[in-house]
């Protein structure tokens, strides 16, 4: 039984200092694992009887036996005449043999009422019944007409020659289907074949998904400031969906706990299982493992497990339902998703564990590993000279696209503090059916080369664009990992970009300038029209006034770098490695200016002091430089649509 709602008080903090226990026993994967399916198994999945147009995806929970012949009766394979063998012993092109047709015709679906007696032939379709008497089908194009009601046979013809006999296909009887089959298109046919109409599957367990947060709003609705959209919410239902679940979203609840603990135990009353994400780790406001505690017994099996991401993942058992916290940043939800949850949610839908398709790939750059959990690497696979290369993906946890641009992920050991470059490492890969791409950019990326790679997209060509910065594309390009890399390196030495950095095996193919300059919100008349060098002045000259930089390595840094000089405003060490950050800093207002691209400013509705150009171009595997997507990608850079596309966006191309 579950235990009445507490009020809050002296007692939640009581309660407190048992989670804070709970989170510091962290658990391995294996061991949380299997605490939690000892608490829940065994358990005889409920189960219903469903239309076979229903039942795609579920599995059979009891054997099916055949309860009639299939076919049910003789019947011809080909179009032709129903005869008796023997009568066509001696029969050849030379020396035909003459029948006197019967007069019937059996067709689809007639019942056969004259015998096929010896020297007699009756007219029979493809599907139609045997005659009595007769033993075997002789093709139409055998025969010709005789005369009225006879024709003459030129082939001799085997006993069961055409003939499928009743039961041949499958027999009364015979199993058909095993419990724990996995109802597909095909055993839908053969099921149809025996005129079985429903069938005893695993009832879908129905699992209620609650997102929590303060910050979340639903897609579709306004944003407003420091608010997100609520992203966990639509994934995890997707993938309860995809894994034999009947998935009910049911919004997402502030991190309130009178309010989650109702929408909770409604939940629960409701479905067989319930997902939560956010709200796990020991932030404050983090509210649904307390709620737990209160919603049955055994409660929480396991809170903190020694897996990365995923590490505040908390499994509990509530009067022996599921009830799960998936830590809240997207990618860590996804991953402990798939892997700790799909195979509780599969044994109770009755489904087999997933079988996961798996590569060995090269791994192209150290990775550190923190030691003690084990890990887990989002990876994109490219095609390299020697095979498959695993890219890492490098966005970290609370990056959505980290795991969904992933193929797969790979595993790093938990006492293992890295995984050495060159390693050759296997993959899962989230899907049996990843395409290596057609064409692979490692650099910078630009929202230009969406522009230009978007005609290869619609002729059906794959292009895998991974975002690891222009230094660390060109160390791909050199290493022959990639096609191109976008770079954009400004050499102070000879104050030109790119051409510098080149190494042999390399060439620079032109691409695009993009114009920097100072962004600032329109009307702060420190910026409003004036010129670059007055405009920093001006920012230099009021204290109250909050920059925001760029990473060292950038091109952006060194201009501003060069504009201040020895200054160091206030929001100089706030060095985001991005345009677009700089532009969301200034539109927030946590930063007055900065320094980005012109289409970054225009989009964000920002104010725009020009200074000087950058160049963005393309550093081209010469070795690759044949390849059918590598020229397409040429053509497309060259195209007058893509150009024409890029200055609409504010580019110049080269
Ligand atoms: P929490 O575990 O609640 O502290 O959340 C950790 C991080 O994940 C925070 O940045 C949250 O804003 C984010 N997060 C939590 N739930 C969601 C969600 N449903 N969709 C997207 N991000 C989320
Ligand atoms: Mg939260």
Not at 244 to 252: N, P, V
Not at 363 to 386: C, H, K, N, Q, T
Not at 550 to 555: K, S
């Amino acid at each position: 039984m579950s235990n009445p709602p507490q009020p809050k008080g002296r007692d939640s903090i009581d309660r407190d200092s048992i989670d804070q226990d709970q989170f510091l026993t962290v658990l391995s994967r294996e061991d949380a694992l299997a605490r939690f399916e000892a608490a829940l198994f065994p358990q005889a999945p409920p189960s219903e009887m469903r239309s076979l147009a229903d039942a795609l995806g579920c599995a059979l929970v009891q054997d099916v036996v055949a309860p009639i012949d299939v076919p049910p009766f003789d019947r011809a394979n080909v179009d032709g005449l129903a005869v008796r063998s023997a009568d066509l012993a001696s029969a050849s092109e030379t020396a035909p043999v003459r029948l006197t047709l019967t007069g019937e015709a059996i067709a689809c679906g007639v019942v056969p009422l004259k015998p096929v007696l010896s020297g007699t032939a009756t007219s029979i379709a493809t599907g139609g019944p045997m005659p009595r008497g007769a033993d075997a089908v002789v093709m139409v194009e055998h025969s010709q007409p005789a005369g009225h009601r006879a024709i003459e046979v030129r082939r001799a013809a085997s006993p069961g020659q055409y003939v499928s006999y009743a039961g041949s296909d499958i027999a009364r009887g015979e199993a058909l289907l095993r419990a724990g089959a996995v109802i597909g298109s095909r055993e839908i046919g053969m099921l149809a074949a025996c005129g079985i109409a429903e069938i005893p599957v695993a009832r879908r367990p129905r699992v209620a998904v609650l997102s929590t947060g303060d910050e979340l709003v639903q897609p579709g609705q306004p944003l407003r400031p420091a608010e997100i959209y609520d992203t966990n919410g639509t994934i995890v239902t997707a993938a309860i969906t995809e894994n034999g679940g009947e998935a009910r979203f049911l919004g997402a609840i502030p991190d309130d706990e009178p309010q989650l603990e109702s929408a909770m135990r409604e939940a629960l009353a409701d479905n067989d299982m319930l997902v939560l994400s956010g709200g796990t780790s020991k932030g404050a406001g983090d509210v649904s493992h307390r709620v737990i505690a209160r919603l049955g017994s055994p409660g929480i099996v396991a809170h903190g497990v020694a897996l990365k991401p995923g590490k505040p993942l908390c499994l509990a058992v509530c009067d022996g339902k599921p009830v799960i916290i998936l830590p809240g940043f997207p990618t860590s939800a996804m991953f402990t998703f798939h892997d700790m949850i799909v195979p509780v949610l599969r044994r109770m839908a009755g489904l087999p564990p997933r079988s996961d398709a798996k590569v060995t790939a090269k791994i192209p750059v150290r990775i550190a590993s923190e030691p003690g959990r084990a890990e887990f690497v989002m990876v994109s696979l490219v095609e390299g000279d020697a095979g498959l290369i695993a890219y890492p993906s490098g966005k970290g946890s609370g990056a959505i696209t980290s795991f969904a641009q992933a193929d797969g992920f790979l595993r790093i050991d938990t006492l293992a503090d890295q995984m050495p470059a060159g390693t050759e490492a296997e993959v899962t890969l989230f899907t049996p059916h990843v395409r290596v791409p057609d064409l692979v950019i490692v650099g910078s990326h630009c929202t230009g080369l969406d522009l230009v790679t978007a005609p290869l997209a619609r002729a059906g060509l794959v292009v895998r664009s991974i975002a690891i910065g222009s230094l660390g594309g060109l160390a791909a390009a050199k290493r022959g990992e990639c096609d191109f890399a976008p770079i954009h390196l400004f050499d102070e030495k000879t104050a030109t970009y790119n051409a510098p950095y080149l190494a042999d095996g390399l060439e620079l193919v032109p691409g695009w300038r993009r114009m920097q300059g100072i962004v600032f919100r329109k009307g702060d008349k420190r910026f409003e029209g004036m010129s670059v060098q007055d405009a920093v002045r001006a920012a230099l000259a009021d204290p109250a006034c909050i920059m925001v930089n760029r990473n060292q390595g950038a091109g952006t840094r060194i201009l501003i770098d060069r504009l201040l000089g020895e200054a160091r405003p206030d929001g100089y060490w706030n060095q985001p490695r991005s345009h677009n950050a700089v532009a969301a800093a200034v539109a927030q207002h946590r930063a007055d200016w900065g320094m980005t691209i012109a289409p970054v400013a225009d989009a964000a509705n920002l104010g725009f002091i020009p200074l000087a150009e950058e160049h963005y171009d393309f550093a081209l595997v010469t070795a690759r430089k044949q390849r059918a997507a590598v020229r397409a990608f040429l053509d497309a850079l060259a195209s007058p649509e893509s150009r024409a596309a890029l200055t609409q966006a504010g580019f110049r191309p080269a």
